[in-house]
């Protein structure tokens, strides 16, 4: 199934990445999940945005300001977890999966575009939940049975595809790599999950200072494989305002254009 595009001017866009658009971030992360961004040309840029939307987290592969640089690294991208430092292709995954409390918030700017391929996939767990609940409700059920899937190696997490939380809310959390194992119990609907992600996902090609500032426990993000010198800059980090856990569910029954619009963002 063709991905639906994601529009880099829309409604999900911000045009002020600037200290004025910080509340139009915020309202839209709150409504949506997710932000498009543009005109962040360097990595100044980069970092000055990152920091008034989020409190960055360091990862293993960051560089010293917090951002970690991400491009192809050859050989040694072969290695179990380094895939998205690769040419390759990468299916729809929660950033860090394997950490007890995922980063909530992850930004990505190209820099460079790749010569060929390279476009961004994302996919709003919601549409993913809201259309299991109506097409697969055992499978939505079996996904989110608590201790379902393991991710990482040795020293990873266990945790479940969907993660229930007090007052209704849900989040996400995936990775369909060599890192990620399932209980019998889930593995026989893991087709279906494939098949919603497929129905939600949403394909982008970020130009030059073009990228997207997503929630993490919400949304998924893959990558279609490229050639060329790619080159984006990936942050990751803590809400600097107060999200609420996770996501409302769909209603069942309710399309998502039926959905009030609490404060979209302009631009
Ligand atoms: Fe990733």
Redesign the pocket.
């Known amino acids: 199934m063709p991905a639906l595009s994601l529009p880099l001017s829309g409604a999900h866009h911000v045009g002020d990445t600037g200290p004025g658009g910080t509340r139009a971030v915020v309202d839209l992360l709150r409504t949506d999940g997710i932000a498009t961004v543009g005109g962040l040309d360097s990595r100044t840029e980069v970092l000055a945005f990152a920091g008034r939307v989020m409190t960055l987290v360091p990862h293993r592969d960051s560089d010293a300001d917090g951002l970690t640089t991400i491009q192809d690294i050859g050989r040694r991208s072969l290695r179990l977890g380094l895939s ?1 430092l690769g040419a390759g292709e ?1 299916l729809a ?1 929660t ?1 860090r999966s394997s950490v007890p409390w995922p980063p909530r918030l ?1 930004l990505l700017v190209c820099l460079r575009p790749a010569d060929r391929g390279g476009e961004v996939l994302l996919t709003d767990g919601r549409a993913v939940h809201a259309h299991l609940a109506v097409h697969a409700p055992q499978a939505l059920e079996a996904l989110a049975q608590p201790g379902t899937a393991f991710y990482g190696d040795g020293g990873g997490h266990t945790a479940q595809v969907f993660t229930r939380h007090p007052g209704g809310r849900a989040s996400v959390r995936l990775r369909q790599d060599a890192l990620a194992q399932f209980s019998p119990l889930v593995r026989r609907y893991l087709p279906d999950l494939t098949h919603a992600i497929g129905a939600a996902q949403r394909r982008a090609f970020l130009g030059p200072g073009q990228g997207y500032l997503i929630d993490n426990h919400r949304w998924l ?1 893959a990558r279609t494989a490229f050639t060329g010198r790619r080159v984006c800059l990936r942050a990751l980090g803590t809400s600097r305002t107060l999200l609420p856990d996770g996501f409302a569910p769909q209603p069942v029954g309710q399309k998502d254009g039926d959905r009030p619009n609490h404060g979209r963002g302009t631009g």
């Open positions: 998205g990468l995954h950033e992850m993000h």
